[in-house]
């Protein structure tokens, strides 16, 4: 987690109540007018009042020394947690590089309410309209109490609060006020229930603190705990895609798809109520797509018009080559649908979809950037559009399923003519690329820096691309490199080979540190790798089946499935290699 303080912070307080520096007990009282106590023990001392409508009265024989002093003490104290965050970051860099790394987690039932196994199906990290790229959130600093969605077989959603236990075990209870219903609670929930001579404990300032008022002697690590859970599916269809994402007026939404129906929904949580309700089905949409989802995204566009406010939108796209932008602020408002694929052009099924979405970036963005959709096929084609070119084309048709316009890029990316093993398997965008665009500007063009592009193959081979963009006066062409399998990358490694299968799911720890990714596959394993010199930094293996999603959550935590009815929460921030390695004994 990222430690930050800053001046700003503490000139900010004048709304609040009360202000808590982060590395003392001191508490700052403000009334309107910013009050500042000294941090010393000596009492006399007195508190430094500033108002912006008169001079400041500082009272004593300390009048001409106080400001300098108190500027001093800011600045070493920001200088210290400068220090703090810098010797955080290099922990984190030595631990991702060496393979360093602890390991907790939390279990659900393996049975459903109706008696049929369950396992966990996906995991989703939160989104955020406030994030800068919304497809990256960890690399926002983010609460202690940090959460996940998780998705199962039996088509359930439940949202889970990290806790610091090495293993919370989740166990299925009666509600008695409702029969129909359950609670979800951790093992130790139940042994209090079933054992309520014994002092409870909770958790208190001190530590843990007991109903009689006793301190307990030894901190104990926080357990898991389930925040909220509902039934998304009616016919307890498996969740293979799912979206946990905050709006810019603080809703938090969860969008799912499941089963081969091609529908979708989107549930608006009331986190003011129970864990068992305050679910609302804001929307179903079952009409834009036909086949099974392969892809969902939630991410924000910006307006380019002052009056306007940014949206939250959320893409999707259907193994039947049909893909789609919906207004997350509208219910779920269809913005515009397109067939990108159809069996004319002879790419097969859509496999997998990412987008490139720069205009959400925070600075560094060229003001010709255009957010791109990419779409994985069966025949080992990458095929790409630009998203404003779409939703022109799909705002002037009468139909707006009808068949897209002209693919900005369209290459093969994995397998041969002889289509052994060719599928696009996976996809990811990865950031900024390294080349420049150094060709000579002319009226109606501009340079911008390439993209990076990550695609894993159904042979189990991942392939790194620079995607370049020329903007023209006949739209936006995109190139790719390298073109050819004789041509190499200057800067970047292009092949990365070491899974035994298809690669399932390719994610980044940060966008702000493209020279690591990460891979999981139908071998069950992740490989971590160097993206500069093609290195596998180290494997962590040990999962009973693939895995299927890698949720980055903060830059310390990867949080994955692939254990049954386990999720395991992978924490790189440990302090030395004694607590290094995968040794579950779940």
């Known amino acids: 987690m990222m430690l930050m303080f800053s001046l700003a912070a503490v000139l900010s307080t004048a709304s609040s109540d009360a202000f808590v520096t982060p590395y003392s007990r001191r508490i700052i009282h403000t009334t309107g007018d910013v009050t500042i106590t000294s941090s010393g023990s000596d009492d006399n001392n007195e508190p430094v009042f500033y108002d912006d409508f008169g001079d400041a009265d500082f009272g ?11 500027m001093s003490n800011l600045s070493s104290r920001m200088s210290d947690t400068k220090n703090l965050e810098a010797t955080y970051d290099a922990k984190l860099a030595r631990n991702w590089r060496r393979g360093n790394w602890g390991v907790r987690g939390f279990g659900l039932e393996k049975t459903s309410a109706s008696g049929k196994q369950a396992i966990v199906s996906v995991v989703a990290a939160p989104t955020s309209s406030a994030s800068v790229d919304i497809s990256l959130p960890q690399d926002k600093a983010l609460g202690e109490d940090r959460k996940v969605a998780v998705g199962r077989s039996d088509g359930s959603i439940f949202i889970i609060q990290l806790g610091s236990e090495y293993l919370t075990s989740f166990v299925s209870v009666s509600n008695p006020d409702e029969p129909a219903t359950s609670q979800w609670m951790d093992a130790a929930d139940v042994e209090d229930r079933s054992n309520n001579d014994r002092p409870k404990t909770k958790f208190g300032d001190g530590g843990l603190v007991s109903d009689d008022g006793t301190a307990s002697q030894q901190q104990q690590p926080q357990p898991f705990q389930v925040i909220h859970q509902f039934q998304a599916t009616e016919k307890e269809e498996p969740i293979h895609n799912l979206v946990y994402h905050d709006t810019i007026e603080g809703i938090q939404l969860i969008c799912t798809a499941a089963g081969e129906s091609g529908a979708i929904k989107i549930w608006s949580l009331d986190t003011s109520e129970s864990r068992s309700h305050g679910e609302e089905l804001v929307a179903a949409l079952v009409d834009v797509h036909s086949s099974k989802i392969v892809s969902l995204k939630a991410m924000v566009i910006p307006s380019h018009h002052a009056a306007s406010d940014e949206r939250n939108v959320l893409f999707s796209a259907s193994a039947d080559g049909t893909v789609a932008l919906h207004d997350l602020d509208k219910k779920g408002e269809l913005i515009f649908s397109c067939q990108c694929i159809d069996k004319v052009k002879n790419f097969g099924q859509v496999t997998c979809a990412d987008v490139s979405n720069p205009t959400a970036w925070d600075g560094g963005c060229d003001e010709n950037d ?26 002037s048709s009468e139909n707006s399923n009808e068949v897209c316009p002209v693919p900005s890029i369209q290459f093969r990316a994995h397998g041969n003519d002889s289509g052994a093993g060719e599928a696009v398997t996976a996809i990811r965008c990865g950031g900024h690329g390294t080349i420049p665009n150094t060709a000579a500007p002319t009226v109606g063009t501009s340079r911008m820096t390439s993209k990076i592009l990550l695609t894993g193959g159904e042979d189990g081979a991942v392939k790194q691309w620079e995607i370049l963009a020329q903007q023209s006066t006949f739209g936006v062409r995109l190139e790719h490199w390298p073109r050819m399998s004789s041509q190499r990358m200057k800067r970047r490694h292009h092949l990365f080979k ?29 490989r971590v790798w160097s993206a500069t010199n093609g290195e596998e930094l180290f494997t962590m293996d040990g999962f009973t089946s693939f895995v299927s999603s890698l949720a980055c959550l903060g830059r310390d935590l990867l949080v994955t499935d692939g254990s049954g009815q386990y999720v395991c929460v992978h924490d790189f921030s440990i302090d030395d290699d004694l607590e290094a390695g995968y040794d579950l004994d779940w």
Do not use: C, W
């Not at 004593?60 to 108190?70: A, E, K, R, V, Y």
């Not at 255009?370 to 705002?395: C, H, K, N, P, Q």
């Open 60 to 70: 004593g024989s300390s009048t001409s020394s106080m400001p300098s002093q108190l």
């Open 370 to 395: 255009r957010d791109v959709i990419f779409l994985g096929t069966s025949s080992g084609y990458v095929v790409g559009y630009v998203a404003e070119e779409l939703m022109t084309a799909a705002a």
């Open 498 to 526: 070491g899974h035994h299968g298809a690669v399932t799911s390719i994610s980044q720890q940060s966008k702000y540190d493209s020279s690591k990714f990460l891979t999981s596959g139908n071998d069950g394993s992740i």
